[in-house]
């Protein structure tokens, strides 16, 4: 579920992640496993600035062994 306004993005989900800086291989986070319950809150779409396009993304969840 997500909410998205005046450029922000809130939202659960359960979905999996793929974040860090490689294009074949992420360092965080891979989309192989499942995914797990967690919030996120960042910017709707990149922020244009003089130096380039930006994006933040903050992420609170907890993965568990089962």
Do not use: C, K, Q, Y
């Not at 450029?7 to 989309?31: E, F, K, M, Q, R």
């Not at 919030?39 to 990149?46: I, R």
């Amino acid at each position: 579920m997500r909410l998205t306004a005046l450029g922000a993005t809130l939202g659960v989900s359960t979905a999996n992640l793929w974040l860090g800086p490689g294009l074949h291989d992420a360092l965080i986070l891979t989309n192989e496993a499942d995914g797990f319950p967690h919030l996120f809150l960042g910017t709707a779409a990149p922020v244009e600035t003089p130096i380039g396009r930006f994006e933040a993304l903050l992420v609170w969840g907890a993965a568990s062994r089962t």
